[in-house]
Nanobody, 126 residues
Framework: QLQVVESGGGLVQPGGSLRLSCAAS????????MGWFRRAPGKELEGVSC????????KYTDSVKGRFTISRDNAENMVFLQMNSLKVEDTAIYYC???????????????????WGQGTQVTVSS
């Protein structure tokens, strides 16, 4: 059974850090690009970051560049999102998703992503 399961969310103060994890199973992980998306209250789903199947290419939305780092461990079927210098505006439900790789670059938009997790809540508040 194909599964993508996020963990690591929580409540953190502004300026703090969190590390999100995503465990994948039921598909050939190293054939898939992986992405992190988020939905803030009252807003549309936003692409945060993605990483290519090999891990050799990454993308970030402008608002998180320099603060977030995506990585993956193909031996463990895991993908991570290290979030530093968190801001109130980072508050959202964060989703992990998988897309069959079709080239060297991952997709920043949600369209190619077929498999989604249930999400993990990140709340940044003092």
């Amino acid at each position: 059974q194909l599964q993508v399961v996020e963990s690591g969310g929580g409540l953190v103060q502004p300026g703090g850090s969190l590390r999100l994890s995503c465990a994948a199973s039921g598909f050939t992980f190293h054939y898939y690009d992986m992405g992190w998306f988020r939905r803030a209250p009252g807003k549309e789903l936003e692409g945060v970051s993605c990483i290519s199947a090999s891990g050799g290419s990454t993308k970030y939305t402008d608002s998180v560049k320099g603060r977030f780092t995506i990585s993956r461990d193909n031996a463990e079927n895991m993908v991570f999102l290290q979030m530093n210098s968190l801001k109130v505006e980072d508050t959202a439900i964060y989703y992990c998703a998988a897309a069959r790789a079709s080239g060297d670059m991952c997709a920043a938009r949600k369209g190619p992503y077929d498999y989604w997790g249930q999400g993990t809540q990140v709340t940044v508040s003092s």
